[in-house]
Nanobody, 125 residues
């Protein structure tokens, strides 16, 4: 079992920045690829970014490429999502999730076995 707790959400104006954090506890954090997903109001959950177990590979949704950056600290059991140049369409509940697959890079939420409770990000125009 892995417990995930997100923090760092909030209200920001368009063009601003936020950094989401996700604290992990339980089983060995470095056994899992870690992803961020988001769910805009009234829409399905969508992939944002994923980082491999050792942090060597990252993948991003086209909608956030060049603006968002995912990173992890396997000593502190943390994963981060730095969000810059935020747009109103980035407004969503953001979730971190853990994937135990052999290969990193899954954009499907069905491959992720553990989820946090979510952090709300609201971007105003």
């Amino acid at each position: 079992q892995v417990q995930l707790v997100e923090s760092g959400g909030g209200l920001v104006q368009a063009g601003g920045s936020l950094r989401l954090s996700c604290a992990a506890s339980g089983r060995t954090f470095s056994d899992y690829h870690m992803g961020w997903f988001r769910q805009p109001p009234g829409n399905a959950r969508e992939f944002v970014a994923v980082i491999s177990r050792n942090g060597g590979r990252t993948y991003y949704a086209d909608s956030v490429k060049g603006r968002f950056s995912i990173s992890r600290d396997n000593v502190e059991n943390m994963v981060y999502l730095q969000m810059n140049s935020l747009k109103p369409e980035d407004t969503a509940a953001y979730y971190c999730a853990a994937d135990s697959s052999v290969v990193a890079g899954s954009a499907s939420p069905y491959d992720y076995v553990y989820w946090g409770q979510g952090a709300q990000v609201t971007v105003t125009s």
